[in-house]
């Protein structure tokens, strides 16, 4: 059926795609004044439309209406998420279901409230039977979060109550979600691996009594084997990617749905699907594409070789032709971004051990080196970062893991801080959001069909 409709419109295809584009294009004048484009105010900040107690994104403070840059700053309820991560580095313990459980409850747990939590996660992260069979072998998907997002819907299915929204309930459902999607990641990323890859098909059940980061790994590798150091680098990653504030696009997503009435399933799936965009979730990516053109054309060595192939790429005459130096630069951070200085300072180790040394140096020159030729083009000696994903991608590799799974592992932590954002809107909103639109189209009168002259191009 799919085929036969392409067929018919691709005669069409020229004529239509332009004729369209004159319907929808709209002035410019039309967006002078207050319309607020990407929700974002004239000097960049984001419109407000809310207050939470979840998550704190600060990069800069307001003085005199300017904004002033600041070293950047991110608390989970009102604690510093370098702290907490610190801690758990100096403890050597797992630190995600902590995360999530402060995250989702609002204060940190007693150790005996851990171990309950932990223990309800345990059965969380074992899918429905049958699931893995009936919805995620039986349907593939060469794109993970595709298949994600469709396994969270049919989860509404499983799910005794899904319409009810009372507090405990969605609770419920929250810490299941938190444990199912590694698992239906894991398992997705194996058959996607063997139906359109034609690797061998290895499926691991998670074990209990291991954390989040550990039954991820163990699933992910089909000889079920890990370190403990690449463990609890990728519970770190988990913890930095677990929570930004309630204005990223998937978190604003998610709890504008909320504020509808829908159903758990629904509101995390419209979450996965913004995370899906290349503009959001799929950063990370992007930024060793753009490094794997760089170290095929660079000598690493030379600071004026890798400057030259940078200022190629800002002309849109190397790499994907963009424009981008991906990796750099921040909505919200201006001097730095406490997650990327994180990855950093506990990445070096397992980059040196793995082979990857040069490689981390490398992206470390294209930071250094980057930042001022931006500025520069920008005509402005504002301060700049690398963000999070400029380095989140090298980890991932160096954890064995692959591109297809890279944003569907960010999912997998940030689905903590969705559903937090989600009873949050729940417990304090009670209304929907409506947000305005201002029509600017010509009045026209409805022409009979016999009077109607087609459009398009012939």
């Avoid at 079920?224 to 696009?249: Q, W």
């Avoid at 660079?298 to 190397?318: C, F, Q, T, W």
Wanted: some cysteine; proline content about 4%.
């Amino acid at each position: 059926m799919i085929e036969d409709t392409t067929g018919m419109l691709e005669q069409y295809t020229g004529s239509l795609t332009d004729s369209i584009q004159k319907e929808y294009l709209i002035d410019e004048k039309f967006y002078q004044g207050d319309v607020k484009r990407g929700l974002r105010n004239s000097d960049g900040t984001g419109v407000l439309v809310g207050v939470t107690k979840v998550g704190s994104v600060q990069g800069y403070f307001m003085q005199d209406g300017q904004r002033i840059p600041a070293p950047g700053k991110l608390y989970y309820r009102g604690i510093e998420l370098t702290e907490i991560v610190e801690a758990h580095r100096k403890a050597d313990t797992f630190g995600f279901e902590e995360v999530a459980y402060l995250l989702l409850m609002g204060y940190l747990p007693t150790r005996s409230e851990l171990d309950h939590f932990n223990d309800i996660m345990n059965r969380a992260r074992k899918l429905p039977d049958g699931f893995t069979e009936g919805m995620i072998m039986r349907h593939p998907s060469r794109n993970i979060m595709n298949e994600l997002e469709r396994s969270i819907l049919s989860l509404y299915s499983y799910d005794p109550e899904p319409d009810n929204i009372e507090i405990d309930n969605i609770l419920m459902q929250s810490v299941r979600l938190i444990g199912y999607f590694p698992s239906i990641v894991a398992n997705a990323y194996a058959v996607k691996r063997h139906y359109f890859d034609g690797d061998s098909l290895h499926i691991h059940f998670p074990v209990e009594n291991l954390s989040t980061a550990e039954n991820f790994l163990r699933m992910m590798r089909p000889d079920k084997s890990y370190t403990d150091e690449e463990a609890k680098l990728l519970d770190m990653m988990l913890m930095v990617h677990a929570e930004h504030g309630g204005g990223n696009n998937s978190t604003f997503v998610c709890r504008a749905l909320s504020s509808s009435g829908t159903d758990t399933y629904s509101a995390i799936a419209g979450a996965v699907g913004s995370l899906k965009g290349p503009l959001h979730g799929g950063a990370n990516a992007k930024v060793m594409e753009m490094f794997r053109y760089v170290k095929e054309n660079v000598d690493p060595h030379d600071d004026g070789s890798i400057k030259d192939y940078l200022n190629k790429m800002l002309d849109r005459e190397a790499g994907d032709r963009s424009g981008k130096l991906y990796g750099l630069g921040h909505a919200v951070y201006t001097m730095s971004d406490p997650r990327a200085v994180l990855l950093k300072k506990y990445a070096r180790h397992m980059a040196e051990i793995k082979g990857y040394a040069e490689d981390f140096d490398l992206l470390q020159k294209v930071e250094e080196l980057g930042i001022p030729l931006i500025q520069e083009r920008r005509k402005s000696d504002a301060p700049m970062c690398a963000n999070v994903d400029m380095y989140s991608g090298l980890v991932y590799t160096m954890l064995g893991i692959p591109e297809d799974v890279f944003t569907p592992l960010f999912a997998s932590a940030r689905i903590a801080g969705w559903c937090a954002n989600r009873i949050e809107e729940v417990v304090t909103c009670h209304r929907i959001m409506r947000p305005a639109y201002r029509a600017v189209t010509i009045r026209d009168r409805y022409v009979p069909m016999e009077e109607r002259v087609s459009k398009l191009n012939k």
